[in-house]
């Protein structure tokens, strides 16, 4: 359920604001219509301006929902009914924003809702909305808690691992930026004083150079706008530029990044699939959630493969060898194992450590290769267009004498 301010006119020619909830924004209209109001005006009302997904950091944002489900777990599995734990959770809080949180949601219980319409969809993952939807169905919630904070202590961990190994790689990164820009629009520019009378009889590539420093000194500030504005797009996580069906197939295809890409894909899928199982629901809603709401096109054609191969009548071991880019032998004969003995919770546990550190290793591998390779290749072009321009100014130097 959301929540919507709206200003009615009533019959007497009285304004009024409130509130109401609605699945909808429509759902919202029909139930003012029903009584017979004129609307003025409706908008969804937030919990705050801060909570939009787009503007609150991965970090605060996972902290938030670890805090709230490890709280709800200890509560309700003490017995404590949920309303009343929301409730005391709200109280004793003194974070404002998760104050605001668990307000909504207990003003949502108390309409008569369940706990995962009780959610808003703008602050709580879908993921996390379903599992809580499962373990509700099923009567299992505690577990369901339970298995959503392991799922999101284990991805919280391995952010902040990646985290801390891009530190010395971005500073480079910037590092480069920043030194590429100086030699370019200030260092080439006093340089190109001294050769404005042969400009014709320069090198080919010392007129490529000195051409696009002048490029770069007009129209600079609208070059460093756009850097700022992609930096401000990727550190807010709008994965928008990932969720195109080219860019995940050049990322599948580029050496080194595609194996990666599959780990991390693999993983992900791995953990969710286990947490899903794990709530009390079977592999083909599993699939068939993680199918529709997986952000990489490839990978979800890959779960439809898989969907329909078990549909007509393989085991899910043998529907994966269909799908040999993402599955190795050895996750399918570790599949194909908890099939057998009726465990595959445990063992998608397993392989969900195995990929885990695998990645990690693959991942301190690649940066510790990246790290050298900024290096070399910003020396190589800023050499490169200091040489390009100074060259020609020693070979005139070298002719007056």
Known sequence: MKIYKYKILKDSGKIIKGEIQGYSKEDAISRLLMEKHTILNINRKFINYLDKPIYQSYTNRI????????????????????????????????????KKILKSIHSNLYYGNSLKNSLDPLVFPSFFIHIIGIGESSGNLVES???????????????HKIKSLLYYPAILLVLSIITLFVTTNFIVPNFIVFLEDGLSSLPWYSR???????????????????????????????????????????????PIISKLLIKRTLLKFMKNLEVIINSGSTLSYGLDFLSENHNNPLFQRSLRNIQGEILKGSKFSEALKTENVYFSTLIINMINAGERS???????????????????????KF??????????????VVGGILVSVMMPIFSSYEFML
């Open 342 to 364: 009726g465990n595959l919770v445990f063992v998608l546990g397993k392989i969900t450590e195995y990929l885990q550190e695998d990645l990690d290793q693959k991942t301190k």
């Open 208 to 254: 490529i150079i000195i051409t696009i420093s002048s490029f770069i000194q007009e129209v600079w500030h609208i070059l460093f706008t756009m850097i700022l504005v992609f930096g401000f797009l990727i550190y807010k996580k709008t994965h928008w530029y990932i969720n195109k069906k080219l860019i995940s197939l050049i990322a599948l295809k580029t």
């Open 145 to 159: 808690l339970n298995s959503l904070s392991l799922y999101y202590s284990k991805d919280l961990e391995f952010y």
């Open 367 to 380: 940066i510790a290769l990246l790290e050298p390779s900024l290096i070399v290749f910003m020396a190589v």
């Open 63 to 98: 902290e938030r929902l670890l805090l709230i489900l490890n709280q709800l777990q200890v509560m309700t599995s003490s017995g404590l009914p949920l309303m009343e734990s929301i409730k005391s959770m709200e109280e004793h809080t003194d974070d404002r924003i998760l």
